[in-house]
């Protein structure tokens, strides 16, 4: 399943600490998959951080579109619909949502079509939005890995790193095993690597 994190973190700005907040979109089996490769794949950067949210979209595996990072994307929703019929013959609108990087929504619209172009179903785009999604993680996929790999260069690039200048594994601490591996939880403050996650059910997409 499709699980969207949110993170927050202090960089420094100016000189100055700031709270900064990150999301990101994770392929992971519960919550607590999710939230375990936050710590383990965001530890380039961030030595500290707190979890805030995992919210589990409403969106099929394949429907994350994958294309390299280009400098100055993002990630953009777009909504589609198409018709179908019931078994009594009756008509029926169905909604589908695809997540996929892009410069701007034409480009966003433009792959979207481009990927169900061979479909026999046709299809409507109905609505175009970017996204605060900054990277996708999906185990085991080497073109997937790789792009996150090179968008968390960029980030660190662009200075989005962690205020704390020693940049060691988060797990040198051990980790709470009270949280377990259960799906609907809130967690409650904890240092180092503080994670505060609200995990919900399922949002709209």
Known sequence: MWIQSKIGYEMLVDGEPKQVTE???HDA?????AEQQCFEHLKSRITEMEVNALNK???GRS???FHA???GDSFWKVKTKYQTETFTGKAK???ETFIVPA???RQASERVRDSFRDSLTTREIVNVDVTTILAVYMPH??????DWANRMDDLLAQGKKSSTSNQTSLFETPRDESVGNADDVVLTSKKKGKRTADWSEPVGA
């Open 23 to 25: 999301s990101y979109l």
């Open 29 to 33: 089996v519960s919550f607590a998959d």
């Open 57 to 59: 979209l409403k969106i």
């Open 63 to 65: 429907d994350v579109l």
């Open 69 to 71: 990072h280009q400098e």
């Open 93 to 95: 609108t169905v909604y």
């Open 103 to 105: 410069i701007d929504d």
């Open 141 to 146: 996929s080497q073109i997937w890995e790789g």
